[in-house]
T-cell receptor
Framework: DAGVIQSPRHEVTEMGQEVTLRCKPI?????LFWYRQTMMRGLELLIY????????DSGMPEDRFSAKMPNASFSTLKIQPSEPRDSAVYFC??????????FGEGSWLTVV | ELKVEQNPLFLSMQEGKNYTIYCNYS?????LYWYRQDPGKSLESLFV?????AVKQEGRLMASLDTKARLSTLHITAAVHDLSATYFC???????????FGKGTKLSVKP
């Protein structure tokens, strides 16, 4: 939805390379979420932050995945090294006014 | 652990007909969300239901919440082709918690 900006929108990379996905949430949010969507597993929560502090990272698949939120305006999700099974759509979402959680357009990742 | 189940997972409807999508969740949830997703697109927020008995309507879609039964419904009235999409429900624990999604209902409305 409007306001949550993700980049890159599409990325194709080779196995073993580092991938960094970026998210700029809507202003005034207090919670930020990273989700992954695949056909097999649906929408899975990877990690979420409240007031820039990681609250639950139990969904992060393994140590190859890491996420940071250095300030209220920016978050990154990094995969190092990437593997073909990481291919998915990665969504960033933020909680705005009125309890609504808005999703960005997603980053479509293909690892070959 | 909070789990969310939707049914049906696939729904083929004729234009003009009515139907209901069901969303059950396993433990107490503070809020229930409905989203729409078109192929290759992001999730669009439809409704946020906050309390028992809450009912919200937008056009041909109406959502309701029964917290005692741990059930939310999305009712479609007089379906039109433009409603074809995948609809997700999601339950939230706590006012600042994360969303747990159902598997989605893929709706296809045929002339």
């Amino acid at each position: 939805d409007a306001g949550v900006i993700q980049s890159p929108r599409h990325e194709v990379t080779e196995m073993g390379q580092e991938v960094t996905l970026r998210c700029k949430p809507i202003s005034g949010h207090n919670s930020l979420f990273w989700y992954r969507q695949t056909m097999m597993r649906g929408l899975e929560l990877l990690i979420y932050f409240n007031n820039n502090v990681p609250i639950d990272d139990s969904g992060m698949p393994e140590d190859r995945f890491s996420a940071k939120m250095p300030n209220a305006s920016f978050s990154t999700l990094k995969i190092q090294p990437s593997e073909p099974r990481d291919s998915a759509v990665y969504f960033c979402a933020a909680r705005g006014i009125g309890n609504t959680i808005y999703f960005g357009e997603g980053s479509w990742l293909t690892v070959v | 652990e909070l789990k969310v189940e939707q049914n049906p997972l696939f729904l083929s409807m004729q234009e003009g007909k009515n139907y209901t999508i069901y969303c059950n969740y396993s433990t107490t949830s503070d809020r229930l969300y409905w989203y729409r997703q078109d192929p290759g697109k992001s999730l669009e927020s439809l409704f946020v239901l906050l309390s028992n008995g809450a009912v919200k309507q937008e056009g041909r879609l109406m959502a309701s919440l029964d917290t005692k039964a741990r059930l939310s419904t999305l009712h479609i009235t007089a379906a039109v082709h433009d409603l074809s999409a995948t609809y997700f429900c999601a339950a939230q624990r706590g006012s600042q918690g994360n969303l747990i999604f159902g598997k989605g209902t893929k709706l296809s409305v045929k002339p």
